[in-house]
């Protein structure tokens, strides 16, 4: 449980309590920043290097699978969408390699990524067929779906947000639970998975959902 908790970094005179998992999202932003000022300074149309058509090749694929998703005429969308993944893919990966609690361990974190998926998933659709449409849609087939159809807006989020938590917390007790009952070269193979490969794989389930309700509120 000591674990689990957030702890208090540092207090600011106006704002307040800073908890660990906003200053580890501070860093990796500011990594994440600093390493594309410094992967981009010398891009070329001829020539280009092979850290170039590996950073082309990455991006490609993924415009190309968010518009597979939401479509071309939305790919306005796409960066947020690729900002999103690479920063759960560092949060969730980078950050435990690193001796930090990743900060999607944080229930705040999730949450407050959840909502910005849910504002953005409803902008989506009130820009694609208006405000109007938009609040019609709430009685279709028929009125008497328009609670559970307002009700749909909140649990959209919060199965968004509870997904990445839930797992995230899973794959920590399970990580600490064999690290006190077995041997310390066990848990490594164990630790790469949860550490590695499902926080990846959270990060693509998450950015794919978001984009999966963009296109359903959009149509």
Known sequence: MEELNCETVFTLPVIGGISESVVVTWILMAVLVLLSV?????????NPGKVQLALEAGIGWA???FEGIIGKENRRYVPYLITVLLYLAAANTVAPLLGFKPPTKDLNVTAA?????????EFSGIRKNGVKHWVKHFAQPVPVV????????????????MRLFGNMLAGFVVLELLKFFVPLLIPIPVSFYFDIFDG????????FLTALFMTEEME
């Open 38 to 46: 410094i992967l981009v300074r010398n891009l070329k149309v001829e």
């Open 63 to 65: 415009q190309d699978f």
């Open 113 to 121: 990524l959840a909502i910005m998926s849910m504002c953005l998933i």
């Open 146 to 161: 328009a609670p559970i159809m307002i009700l749909e807006i909140v649990i959209r989020p919060l199965s968004l947000c």
């Open 200 to 207: 990846l794989l959270q990060a693509y389930v998450f950015v």
